[in-house]
């Protein structure tokens, strides 16, 4: 669980030191419902015997990062995040490879 709120705490300072200020809870919350998920896959693996996979795996967390993940996506959409240009476009590896694209098209 470390590892989840280690990412959380530093998702939440990333948007705080970027000036968009942030929602510590949905944050948190959606890296320590992912080390919570991991948890129940533990417990389910004693239980069972057998690991979550097969395509009730790929539901179980297709569900859980849908559900969880909203949190944070609405977040990012209510302090601008989404629009944002973290890197210049100099820096961004698809549009360098487009514009080379391009260049070996004319």
Aim: proline share 3%.
């Amino acid at each position: 669980m470390g590892a989840f709120v280690v990412s959380g705490v530093l998702q939440d300072l990333g948007m705080r030191g970027m000036g968009r200020g942030s929602d510590t809870l949905p944050v948190m919350g959606f890296f320590l419902a992912h080390g919570a998920g991991i948890l129940m896959e533990h417990a389910w693996k004693l239980a069972t015997g057998r690991r979550v996979g097969g395509v009730i795996g790929w539901l179980w967390v297709m569900s859980w990062c849908i559900l969880w993940g909203h949190l944070l996506v609405d977040v990012w959409a209510r302090r601008g995040l989404i629009g944002s240009v973290i890197f210049p476009d100099t820096y961004r590896p698809t549009t360098w490879f487009l514009n080379w694209i391009s260049r070996e098209n004319e």
